[in-house]
């Protein structure tokens, strides 16, 4: 289907699988932007059974003939970047076209300086547990109006003259507060003019090819990083990411107007996962905690630190679907549950001694609930195969239909296994 804007959003706390629904979903797809987060993020693809990260890179890099993007709304870090790059050209993946937004703010060297510095400061009573990416600050910057973009590196003078003006800043903080060493301006300049130099061929007017791909009869999605959860405004304050993950951020980090959204998906793991501090009211940290990560490989692609993993929370799904105005869902992974006797699934809190149904983005609201459970049959027999959802065992169904009934959205998409080729699509497209 042509001339459609569709917005994939992770409906939990990130890790959902959503490099692997946007993979799934290439070939009738014509642009990929990425449009909030940074190289703190990583979307995995497994095709024939070759695993690709992505950390920067639009999942749509590995179709030829598409149109990738990174959007305004990105903070990029130059040589991350241009290390994907340079990898997929090494695999004879690089297949898409890529162009990069000039106003897409850079991650500087002391961007990941201070990020450490201030994770370090707060003590681990007060860690939100940032991927130390520079992430945070690099946003600080740009919202306090003298961050650096794209644009920037490929002007030297400019670049020379805004880096002093900055460096006098930040080298006053390193130094001051947090008894870290100053950067020198040179030491700063020359890699970023190397990176400008590398990265110049790449850079465009994504908004203007945007608006030409809508009057060209397009199809666009829109790929998020992180998950509404992390979402700086709707998220789990102040456990949450620097950017905004949920849907309207695909406008404002791309240039599309609101108005041209067909879709939002949806992608929900069928459990549930969590990186970093904050609370998390279906975490297990006993054995079915360590049978879902080991099962479902739960370690951060970006960090590579173990995840933390529980029983599926549908009131925080449905608190996303809401939220975002999901009008279906991509359901992951759901052949990690195989083999389990029975499946809880969380529909409600005990706050204090009160039923509620509805999902606080308050931390430490969201601290005091306790999770209230129905319990599924599991299923034994392997799913890794199945083609349609009529071959699902039918406990496996009805766990489905369960989801949908409380999330309030159709899945329309199931994945039963890691290869994009493991998917089953029930009116999907």
């Given amino acids: 289907m042509k001339n459609r804007v569709d917005v994939i959003i992770g409906s939990q706390w990130g890790d959902e699988g959503k490099g692997k629904v946007v993979d799934v979903m290439g070939t009738n797809v014509d642009v990929f932007v990425r449009y909030q987060g940074g190289a703190n993020a990583g979307h995995t693809v497994i095709v024939n059974g070759e695993k690709i990260i992505f950390h920067l ?14 959007g305004n709304g990105v903070v990029l870090e130059p040589e991350q970047f241009l290390k994907e790059i340079e990898e997929l050209r090494e695999r004879g993946q690089d297949r898409a076209r890529l162009v990069v937004s000039p106003s897409a703010h850079v991650v500087m060297p002391y961007h990941k300086i201070l990020d450490k510095a201030q994770e370090a400061f707060r003590g681990k009573r007060h860690m939100i547990g940032t991927t130390g990416r520079g992430i945070g600050p690099c946003y600080v910057d740009k919202y306090a109006r003298h961050g650096l973009r794209v644009e920037d590196l490929l002007n ?7 880096l002093a003006r900055v460096l006098e800043e930040k080298n006053r903080i390193l130094t001051k507060l947090y008894n870290e060493k100053p950067l020198a301006l040179d030491e700063v300049l020359e890699p970023s003019l190397e990176w400008g130099s590398a990265m110049a061929p790449y850079v465009g007017d994504t908004v203007e090819l945007l608006h030409q791909a809508l009057e060209g009869d397009k199809h666009i999605l829109l790929e998020g990083a992180q998950a509404t959860l992390l979402d700086i405004d709707h998220g789990t304050y102040p456990y949450v990411t620097s950017s905004s993950t949920c849907a309207a951020g695909g406008f404002t980090g791309t240039g599309l107007p609101v108005s041209r959204v067909d879709r939002v998906i949806a992608v929900v793991k069928a459990y549930t996962t969590r990186v970093g501090e904050g609370p998390m009211p279906t975490e297990e940290k006993g054995d079915i905690g ?53 499946i809880k699934v969380c529909t409600g809190y005990d706050l204090n001694g009160t039923k509620t149904t509805s999902f606080s983005g308050n931390a430490y609201v969201l601290e005091e609930c306790r999770p209230l459970y129905e319990v599924l049959p599991g299923w034994s027999e392997d799913i890794s195969q199945c083609g349609t959802f009529e071959s699902l065992p039918k406990n496996a169904r009805d766990y489905v239909r369960f989801i949908e009934e409380h999330a309030g959205a159709p899945v329309k998409l199931i994945g039963v296994g890691a290869d994009r080729s493991q998917t089953i699509t029930r009116g999907f497209y």
Avoid: H, Q
């Avoid at 639009?58 to 993007?69: A, E, Q, T």
């Avoid at 030297?156 to 805004?162: C, V, Y």
């Fill in 290 to 342: 360590e049978f879902l990560r080991t099962r479902g490989g739960e370690f951060g692609a970006t960090t590579g630190r173990p995840r933390r993993c529980g029983w599926l929370d549908l009131v925080a799904v449905r608190y996303s679907v809401r939220l975002n105005g999901c009008g279906v869902i991509a359901l992951t992974k759901l052949d990690v549950l195989t083999g389990m006797d029975e």
């Fill in 57 to 70: 890179l639009p999942s749509g890099m590995l179709y030829p003939g598409k149109l990738c993007m990174i």
């Fill in 156 to 162: 030297g003078d400019r670049l020379r003259e805004k």
